[in-house]
C-alpha cells in the first residue's frame, strides 16, 4: 500500500495507537481532495465521498492483525462507454479487510475462496484514506451506460459517415460527434 495520498490531510492511523475497543474513523472529504481522487480514477467528476470505517487491533503479538470494516458513500460521474456522455452513479457499499504481517506477499498469496482476503500489513501506518480511494474504484462502474444509451445508435451514425482512410478510420468513425 502507498502513503502518497490525493487526502489531504491524509487518514493515516498508527497501529500501536488503536486502543482495545478499536477505532471510529469518519471521512467526509473536502472538494480539492474529491478533485484528486475523480482524476486518479478517472472520473468526470466526484462530488461527494464519505466513510466510516471501524479498525480493530486483532492481534498484536508475534505477527499484528487489523480488521477494517466501513461503509462508504458517494456521488461519481463516469463516462458513459457507448455515447461518452456523463452518467451519474451512486456508490452504497460496504467492505471488510484484514490486514496481517504474517500474509504471504502478492506474489506468493494463495486464493482459498473460503477463507477471507488477507492483505500483508506492512510498516506501523494503516492508511484509511488508501482503502476506501481502493474500496470506492471497485464499487463503481467498470463499464458505465447511460440507460438509454445502445451500441445501435453509435454504430448507424458510423455507417452513415463518408469512409475515411487509414487502419483506425473504422474505429473513429464509432466515436460519436
Same mark, same amino acid.
Not at 82 to 92: C, G, K, M, N, S
Not at 128 to 135: D, P, S
Given at each position: 500500500m502507498t502513503l502518497a495520498s490525493e487526502l489531504d490531510?491524509? $487518514? +493515516?492511523?498508527? @497501529?500501536d495507537e488503536i486502543p482495545p475497543s478499536g477505532l471510529r474513523v469518519t471521512? &467526509?472529504?473536502d472538494e480539492a481532495s474529491r478533485a484528486r481522487i475523480a482524476e486518479r480514477l478517472e /472520473? !468526470?467528476?466526484?462530488? $461527494? =465521498?464519505?466513510?466510516? !470505517? +471501524? #479498525? #480493530? =487491533? *486483532? $492481534?498484536? +503479538?508475534?505477527?499484528?492483525? #487489523?480488521?477494517? *470494516? &466501513?461503509r462508504i458513500e458517494a456521488l461519481a460521474t463516469q463516462t458513459c462507454? !457507448?455515447?461518452? *456522455?456523463?452518467?451519474?452513479? +451512486?456508490?452504497d457499499?460496504?467492505?471488510? $479487510? @484484514? /490486514?496481517? *504481517?504474517? %500474509?504471504p506477499a502478492a506474489d506468493e498469496a494463495v486464493v482459498d475462496p473460503e477463507l477471507p482476503d488477507v492483505e500483508p500489513l506492512e510498516g506501523d501506518l494503516v492508511d484509511i484514506g488508501e482503502i476506501v480511494i481502493e474500496e470506492l474504484s471497485l464499487a463503481l462502474d467498470p463499464f458505465p451506460r447511460k440507460?438509454?444509451? %445502445?451500441? &445501435?445508435?453509435a =454504430? %448507424?451514425?458510423a455507417a452513415e459517415e463518408p469512409p475515411a482512410a487509414g487502419a483506425f478510420a473504422a474505429l473513429g468513425r464509432l466515436r460519436p460527434a
Amino acid at each position: 500500500m502507498t502513503l502518497a495520498s490525493e487526502l489531504d490531510p491524509p $487518514r +493515516r492511523v498508527r @497501529i500501536d495507537e488503536i486502543p482495545p475497543s478499536g477505532l471510529r474513523v469518519t471521512l &467526509g472529504v473536502d472538494e480539492a481532495s474529491r478533485a484528486r481522487i475523480a482524476e486518479r480514477l478517472e /472520473l !468526470v467528476a466526484l462530488a $461527494r =465521498l464519505d466513510a466510516v !470505517v +471501524r #479498525v #480493530v =487491533l *486483532e $492481534r498484536a +503479538r508475534p505477527e499484528r492483525r #487489523v480488521r477494517l *470494516e &466501513g461503509r462508504i458513500e458517494a456521488l461519481a460521474t463516469q463516462t458513459c462507454v !457507448v455515447t461518452l *456522455e456523463p452518467v451519474d452513479a +451512486r456508490i452504497d457499499a460496504a467492505f471488510e $479487510r @484484514i /490486514l496481517d *504481517e504474517a %500474509a504471504p506477499a502478492a506474489d506468493e498469496a494463495v486464493v482459498d475462496p473460503e477463507l477471507p482476503d488477507v492483505e500483508p500489513l506492512e510498516g506501523d501506518l494503516v492508511d484509511i484514506g488508501e482503502i476506501v480511494i481502493e474500496e470506492l474504484s471497485l464499487a463503481l462502474d467498470p463499464f458505465p451506460r447511460k440507460p438509454d444509451a %445502445a451500441l &445501435g445508435d453509435a =454504430l %448507424a451514425t458510423a455507417a452513415e459517415e463518408p469512409p475515411a482512410a487509414g487502419a483506425f478510420a473504422a474505429l473513429g468513425r464509432l466515436r460519436p460527434a
